[in-house]
T-cell receptor, first 113, second 114 residues
């Protein structure tokens, strides 16, 4: 079946702009994760959803970052007033309820000029 | 917070040679450990995982890893690598208190040469 998909694959924006990154998880997966991967680093946890609610948002770096999952499927990561330091690959992963195996999407490469 | 250390950022190796990618973690209690592989322009894919039981875990593509509690290590090995194994490999640990949180190492780039 279809895997995790993320759009756009690449996003170039200017400092101070607002961006939205979308994640479409595997059908039936109730758990959804967002990670940020900076150059030369491993994925860094941002937020975890169980169903529609953000069960753990302790990894969001500041209040410019926000994520939603209104119907328990597709999720959107929103970044306000983007800064050059936000440039990274943003990864989404989904998992079955209670499952420890995450399935990752290909990521969105964000470049803030 | 827990942490994962991958000491080698790059490992060059010739085709058909054995390889070991090192991973050390910090944890005081039981751990769940994972190895993921990331091929160019693709998402991370699970290679293998250790949850409990036998300390030697076998994964896909001929890879295996050994959990060593006394050395807090989970090294990845393959007896004979192929060109197609060229990729970046990430070790990860599940948070011991918050099961929904995972910590990843900084990755090891395996470059298999002909």
């Amino acid at each position: 079946g279809a895997g995790v998909s993320q759009t756009p694959s690449n996003k170039v924006t200017e400092k101070g702009k607002y961006v939205e990154l979308r994640c479409d998880p595997i059908s039936g997966h109730t758990a959804l994760y967002w990670y940020r991967q900076s150059l030369g680093q491993g994925p860094e946890f941002l937020i975890y959803f169980q169903g529609t609610g953000a069960a753990d948002d302790s990894g969001l770096p500041n209040d410019r970052f926000f994520a939603v999952r209104p119907e328990g499927s597709v999720s959107t990561l929103k970044i306000q007033r983007t800064e050059r330091g936000d440039s990274a690959v943003y990864l989404c992963a989904s998992a079955r309820d209670g499952g420890e195996t995450q399935y990752f999407g290909p990521g969105t490469r964000l470049l803030v000029l | 917070a827990q942490s994962v250390t991958q000491l080698d950022s790059q490992v060059p190796v010739f085709e058909e040679a054995p390889v070991e990618l090192r991973c050390n973690y910090s944890s005081s209690v039981s751990v769940y450990l994972f190895w993921y592989v990331q091929y160019p322009n693709q998402g991370l894919q699970l290679l293998l995982k250790y949850l409990s039981g036998s300390t030697l875990v076998k994964g896909i593509n001929g890879f295996e890893a050994e959990f060593n509690k006394s050395q807090t290590s989970f090294h990845l090995r393959k007896p004979s690598v192929h060109i197609s194994d060229t990729a970046e490999y990430f070790c990860a640990v599940r948070d011991e208190y918050n099961f929904n949180k995972f910590y990843f190492g900084s990755g090891t780039k395996l470059n298999v040469k002909p």
